[in-house]
Each structure stands twice: as structure tokens, then as C-alpha cells.
């Protein structure tokens, strides 16, 4: 799937599998909201048509109403610049393009480590907000 704005090419994204199904509500799977659900998923973002970023996990499952994903299995996201973010799961809202890691992360830059718990980002790993108290996160390098 891929989504174009004025200025071309905005994201794409692939994966292996792809089914939509009836998003669970308590206990219940209700017809009126849908999510979809990807295994080995992989998504681009693109500036003036040109790569900017991708956000690869073994799967995700987005609500279609809210355009909202949750990225879950060694998640990696990698960006211009020699940018790039690890962890076990993030959420990513189409609306606002932003990304949030509630868990653990390794954010890296260059020879830069950076490891912590909870993290809230842009697509491109441009602006970087950490959730947690200001002796987390941990500069490793």
C-alpha cells in the first residue's frame, strides 16, 4: 500500500500477510471497528519523494478508523543520518506521525548509544522526548 500527498510519495507499506478483521472490544469482536493484522511488516516513509525512514517488526496491527499501529517483535527503525531505534514494541499514529516505545529501547547515532525506557519520537528519529526521570535514559558511549 502506498499513500501519495502534493508533494508525492508520503509512506508505503508491505508485509507478508494481511488480514482485516473485527477489532476486539472486552470481550467481544465487534463488525464496526476494524483492525488489520501484518506479519513482517515494513513501513517507508519518504521526503520530496526521496527515502527518509522505515519502521520494520515481525508484526503490527493497526486500527483502520484511527490509522494507529502497534509495531510488536524486534522492531527497528532506521532513518537518514545513521540513525536507527531498537525495541520490542512502539506505537505509531498516522495522524500525528509520532512514535512512542512505553518499554525499553537502544537509540543509536552514529557512534552514540543511547539505552532507556520509554521514548517518544518522530518518523525520521528528528526530535527525541524520553518518558522517564532525566538519570534514565543511559548514554553507553
Known amino acids: 500500500f502506498t499513500e501519495y500527498d502534493e508533494g508525492g510519495r508520503s509512506f508505503t507499506l508491505s508485509a507478508d500477510s ?25 513501513l517507508d516513509f519518504y521526503q520530496d519523494n526521496q527515502w527518509a525512514s522505515s ?55 552514529g557512534k552514540k548509544t543511547i539505552q532507556g525506557t520509554g521514548l517518544y519520537t518522530d518518523n525520521n528519529l528528528a526530535t527525541l522526548n524520553f518518558l522517564q526521570p532525566a538519570d534514565n535514559p543511559q548514554n553507553v558511549n
Open 18 to 42: 494481511f488480514e482485516i478483521r473485527n477489532k476486539k472490544v472486552r470481550f467481544f469482536r465487534t463488525a464496526m471497528l476494524k483492525e488489520a493484522v501484518m506479519e513482517n511488516v515494513k
Open 55 to 109: 519502521i520494520q517488526g515481525q508484526q503490527a496491527v493497526m486500527d483502520v478508523a484511527r490509522m494507529a499501529a502497534l509495531f510488536t517483535g524486534a522492531v527497528t527503525i532506521r532513518a537518514r543520518g545513521d540513525k536507527s531505534l531498537e525495541s520490542e514494541s512502539l506505537s505509531w499514529s498516522r495522524q500525528t506521525g509520532a512514535i512512542r516505545v512505553d518499554g525499553s529501547f537502544v537509540y543509536r547515532e
